[in-house]
C-alpha cells in the first residue's frame, strides 16, 4: 500500500513554517511517503515549486490548494491554477472540475478550522457535476483542537461513499505525515484513481495533543517573523533553521522580499 499526506503547508501559507524544500525533504526521507500534496492558503505557487523539485528527492507531489470558499475551506488536488476565493462551495467544486482537479473536504465541521458543514456538502453533491469531483472527506487530521470532527466526517464519508482521507493538516516540519491516506499503488496516478474508486484508508499514524502542535507553531510563526525558517539546502543536507532575508516580512498569503 502507498502511502500520502494530502494536506501540507509550506512559507506560502501565511501560517506556515517550512520551505518547499524542508517539506519534501521530512516528507521523502524522515516520513517515508510515497506522495505528499502541498495545500497552501489560497495560493498554488509553493504546490507548483514543489512538483519541479520532488525528482530530486524521490517524492511525487500533487499540486493542490486549501481554498476558503464562502461556505468553508476545501482542498483542491490535481491543479496547476489558482482559484478565486469567496465563492460557493459548489462553485468552488465547479471551478476545480474545469482545471481537472478533485475536491477534499477537510475537518469537517471542526471548531476554529472554518469547516463546511453537512448540509452545505449535502447540498452541494444534489448536483452531478459536483458528485464527479467532489470525491474525498477527511477523517483523519492530525492537527485538529476539536477531535470530535473526525466521528462526524467517517459517519459521513461512509454515507456518501467519499474516500476516506487522513492528512497532517501540517504547519511544521516535524507533523507531516503524522496522518496518511492508504492506497492501492505508490503513485500520484494510483491515488487519484483510489480516490475516485473511494478505495483509500485514512490512518493516524501519530495522534499527539493539539497542545504540543500549537507550541511548535507559535515558536515557528515567531521565528518566521524574525526571518528564520525550516531549510534544506540539498537532498542529503539535513533539514534546520536558516536566516533568509527574502522571506524575513510577509504579508497576507504572500511572501514579499526585502
Known amino acids: 500500500m502507498g502511502k500520502a499526506d494530502l494536506h501540507i503547508h509550506t512559507i506560502y501559507s501565511w501560517d506556515g513554517t517550512c520551505t518547499v524544500e524542508a ?21 498554488i505557487r509553493g504546490a507548483l515549486e514543489a512538483v519541479e523539485l520532488a525528482p530530486h528527492y524521490g517524492i511525487e507531489v500533487v499540486p493542490g490548494c486549501e481554498i476558503s470558499s464562502a461556505d468553508g475551506h476545501l ?4 491543479i496547476q491554477k489558482k482559484i478565486p476565493t469567496g465563492l460557493s462551495a459548489m462553485e468552488t467544486v465547479l471551478r476545480v472540475q474545469e482545471l481537472g482537479g478533485l475536491c477534499i ?30 470525491r474525498g472527506m477527511e477523517t483523519f487530521n492530525a492537527s485538529l483542537f476539536d477531535k470530535s470532527s473526525y466521528g462526524k466526517a467517517l459517519k459521513f ?11 497532517s493538516d501540517s504547519h511544521l516540519n516535524w507533523t507531516i505525515g503524522y496522518g496518511i491516506t492508504l492506497f492501492p499503488g505508490h503513485t500520484a496516478d494510483d491515488l487519484r484513481t483510489a480516490i475516485e474508486s473511494g478505495i483509500t ?18 515558536r515557528g510563526h515567531f ?19 536558516e536566516r533568509m532575508p527574502s522571506l ?10 526585502n
Open 23 to 43: 517539506v519534501l525533504k521530512q516528507a521523502a526521507h524522515i516520513a517515508e511517503l510515497d506522495v505528499i500534496a502541498i495545500t497552501d492558503h489560497n495560493d
Open 75 to 78: 482542498l483542491a488536488l490535481f
Open 105 to 134: 473536504v477537510p475537518h469537517l465541521e471542526a471548531k476554529y478550522s472554518h469547516g463546511m458543514y453537512e448540509q452545505t456538502v449535502r447540498d452541494a453533491l444534489k448536483d452531478r457535476r459536483v458528485q464527479q469531483t467532489l
Open 157 to 167: 464519508s461512509q454515507e456518501l461513499t467519499l474516500a476516506k482521507i487522513g492528512s
Open 201 to 218: 484508508a485514512s490512518y493516524p499514524a501519530k495522534n499527539i495533543a493539539f497542545a504540543l502542535i500549537l507550541l511548535g507553531w507559535l
Open 223 to 241: 521565528l518566521r517573523r524574525a526571518g528564520w525558517v525550516e531549510y534544506n539546502r540539498h537532498p542529503d543536507a539535513p533539514v534546520r533553521l
Open 248 to 257: 524575513a516580512r510577509f504579508s497576507g498569503n504572500r511572501v514579499v522580499a
